[in-house]
């Protein structure tokens, strides 16, 4: 039934019932039909399957291949390939594959022989291929015909090692370069390093064939006349071949031309090109001119404006501007006349020409730019010489080119200059000068564009042709941005540096200072702790004594009326002497020893004080504290407990109050003692002069002067006092 069906097919390809499929595609499919059996049955590549077509063999997968299955297959010698002298293409009737085998084997094989051969698959390094290692001649066999292809479904990579004819319009001859020689491809076993196949050889030459957007290289192994081919309509007959990267993705093909293989020219170039009437630059590519003949060159003369030998030439008629690609090494100068021979291509903007070559026919002035005035008018003038007056924005160096950038207007435009080293820059092209540059206007054609109708890009580039393309009119302001922009880095890098010293100096102003009030506590806690020795020495002798004294004074007093009134007055004197003197060592023992402070914090030893100086004088007091009450270092409680008790003792002695107010307000660093009164106050500075009053500030003022604290003084006559004395900590 299968058979049935396969020649049911084959009968109809023959009666050309299926003439609107391509014969070509047919064959493929009857091909791979075919040499797909084994698998559609069940059988799979790798299990002890032998693989007897080429079909089969391109059918495998990378991994497949990679397995080493065993090949055997008859077909014809088609032609070499490369490596040469190991690598040739067989056809076995199905499809052509490329084989590799030893030197010694593949020697003497002609294009037509008839072989067998024995072999293992190869991924390769893009298609399956098939490494022989029994090759035998075996008789003379028939050439096939040849796939009919466009140019189109070459590039479509699944033509590697077939067949092919294609007709196309040659647009260059030349000489195989080394450049064009690659590497023997993956899995390549039989090198024969007596061979040199690095080097192409004197004849080999390569074609630039193109049909439409088509583009293929041919190489083929003859010496042949450019004059004869360029531009001539061929019909060419060789093997397809690829060019592919690292990643076994196809990149483009090329087709070698057999040994003994001819060209066909079907339709001769012109014996004398430059002779026919040059067309004018805007006609290139206009509706009159598409009717006719495509894909052959024209003939266009014009002044040259600028030349890169061996890549561009843009020359101008009298209409248009126009950029060449050529290959010709020839060095013109600005204001040669040329005729130039080329294939018309559409450019950036406007037409272009490719794969051209020129002849001078005279010389004359340079080309004068056109001045440009707004960004529009650019469309006007691509790939012609203009001018225009900007500001340079920037300028920046690459290894082999400088890129300029221009402010023009509201615009930002680019400019090209290629330069062999950073030397040959002008020194005073400085950013923000005003510069006169003239170059070559290159439409920039990568911005949106309609589906359909007209086309009008708004952007472009330039491309100078040497420094004096550019000149300075104005040099830039003393004051530019970039300037200014430096000097505020400088002075902003002198700020931080100022604020890091004074940060540095304050920490070690303040490490003094804790170090001093280190010292400070350590020296008063000394002190105070001698004071408290001496305080204990007096209350326990010299006040124990004292109250002995009185003690037994006034249990002579009791015997009065055995005195006489002389001793009874002297033991009255003697007993308030006694009474005087225990309160003085009292009073001293008080001054000299903080025992509260042992017993309970600063707020609670005023609370206490003012309980002892206001006891059954009928004055009224509070005490108020703020913020979070902490225990604070010895020398600092001590000393603003001292300043609370000759705050509160000056106002109960001195101004007498109805009421007593203490305010105690902690903060983070710092600790706050008001006392105020309501009682008759006075003026300070009379009470800074001698008064009584006097001496209790001065004490008040040296307290807080060993604080490193400050103090304030308020008072009027018949309005009570404010005291304020702020200390950090």
Sequence with gaps: MLLDSLYFLVSCRRLSVVSSIRPFRVGLFLSCFLAAQPFLFGQKAGDGVLLTSATQVRLLSEQEAGRALPVELKGVFMGEADPLGIAFIIHDGTQGIYVQAPADQVAGLGRGDLIELEGVTDPGGFAPFVVAHELRKIGSGTIPDPLRVTLHELSEGQLDGQWVEFTGIVRSVERKALSDMSPPPPGTRYIDSATDISQPSDTEVKLKIAFGEGRVMVEIDKIIDPAEYVDAEVRIRGLCFNLHNSNRQFVGPFVQVPSGVDLVVLKPPSPTPFRSEPRPVSNLLRFDQLTGVQGHRVHVRGKVIHHQPGDFLWIRDREQSLRVETMQQEVLQPGDEVDVLGFPVMGNYNAALEDAVFRRVGTGEAPVPHTLTYDSSAVSFEADLVELEARLAETRWYSDRLLLTFDWGESTIEAQLHLQNSNEVPKDWLAGSIVRVSGICSVLADAPRPLGGLWVPRSFELLLRSPSDLIVVQPPPRWTAERIAWILLAFLVIAVIAVAVVMQASRYRLREQDHRRAMAETEFTAILNERNRVAREIHDTLSQSLGAISVQLELVRTRANEMSAAALSHLSTAHELARGA?????????????????????????????????????????????????????????????????????????????????????????????????????????????????????????????????IEVESRPGEGALIVVAVSV
């Design 582 to 710: 225990l309160a003085e060592a009292r009073d001293s023992i008080w001054n000299m020893r903080s025992q509260v402070l042992e017993r309970c914090d600063l707020s609670e030893a005023l609370r206490r004080i003012l309980t002892r100086l206001t006891d059954d004088t009928g004055v009224r007091f509070d005490i108020k504290v703020e913020g979070t009450k902490r225990r604070l270092p010895p020398v600092v409680e001590n000393n603003l407990l001292r300043i609370g008790q000759e705050a509160i003792t000056n106002a109960c002695k001195h101004g007498k109050p109805s009421r007593i107010d203490v305010g105690l307000n902690f903060e983070r660093r710092r600790v706050c003692l008001s006392v105020k009164d309501d009682g008759v106050g006075f003026a300070i500075d009379e009470a800074l002069n001698g008064s009584e009053r006097s001496f209790g500030l001065v004490g008040l003022r040296e307290r807080v002067d060993v604080l490193g604290g400050t």
